[in-house]
T-cell receptor, first 115, second 114 residues
Framework: AQSVTQLGSHVSVSEGALVLLRCNYS??????LFWYVQYPNQGLQLLLK??????LVKGINGFEAEFKKSETSFHLTKPSAHMSDAAEYFC?????????????FGTGTRLQVTL | EPEVTQTPSHQVTQMGQEVILRCVPISNHLYFYWYRQILGQKVEFLVS????????KSEIFDDQFSVERPDGSNFTLKIRSTKLEDSAMYFC????????????FGSGTRLTVV
């Protein structure tokens, strides 16, 4: 069965510092991987997605993620954190099986950005 | 940019009452989903819907739940007899086609069962 594990339920960084949010996946077939962001009291917004093309994926708001098959990882990074990046971040995996192709989400990482 | 619209944004209901959560997916999308997020927990898959029938459902999606696409634009989730543990944020999502495409989520309906 497909799954994702997000290490660290809370991450705190200083403004301007590197953001690194970790995601490892488990899948028996090549996965499609996603990062979503959820701001307080809002819905899920797609940050970026990996679809077996380039392993380094660039998303919105300066975020990027690198797919590493050998490590079964898809960590999210941003070189310089901004206060507006404070939110909950979810990694999700989808297998291309069946018409449903549902997303399976990780438990989320809450990013705090301090001055 | 096209959006998935969910109404209401917040609904409070008494235990045992029926609720209907409404969603308007993006017009040319073919796959529709409901997800649930209990406060402080992860987003969980409930059900997927394609070609006017359920494609897949999770263990959470028991006989108390049903989905419908009554008029070709709306996509509804009905909970027949709500329980306290149904309190959660419910997200609707849609996807364009079978080939790879992204999922677009609505902003959610917060359901509070009292």
């Amino acid at each position: 069965a497909q799954s994702v594990t997000q290490l660290g339920s809370h991450v705190s960084v200083s403004e301007g510092a590197l953001v690194l949010l970790r995601c490892n996946y488990s899948s028996s077939v090549p996965p499609y991987l996603f990062w979503y962001v959820q701001y307080p009291n809002q819905g899920l917004q797609l940050l970026l997605k990996y679809t077996s093309a380039a392993t380094l994926v660039k998303g919105i708001n300066g975020f990027e993620a690198e797919f590493k098959k050998s490590e079964t990882s898809f960590h999210l990074t941003k070189p310089s954190a901004h206060m507006s990046d404070a939110a909950e971040y979810f990694c999700a995996v989808r297998l291309e099986t069946g018409t449903a192709s549902k997303l399976t989400f990780g438990t989320g990482t809450r990013l705090q950005v301090t001055l | 940019e096209p959006e998935v619209t969910q109404t209401p944004s917040h609904q409070v209901t008494q235990m045992g009452q029926e609720v209907i959560l409404r969603c308007v997916p993006i017009s040319n999308h073919l796959y529709f989903y409901w997800y649930r997020q209990i406060l402080g927990q992860k987003v969980e898959f409930l059900v997927s819907f394609y070609n006017n029938e359920i494609s897949e459902k999770s263990e959470i999606f028991d006989d108390q739940f049903s989905v419908e696409r009554p008029d070709g634009s709306n996509f509804t989730l009905k909970i027949r007899s709500t329980k306290l543990e149904d309190s959660a944020m419910y997200f609707c999502a849609s996807r364009k086609d079978r080939e790879f495409s992204g999922y677009t989520f609505g902003s959610g309906t917060r359901l509070t069962v009292v």
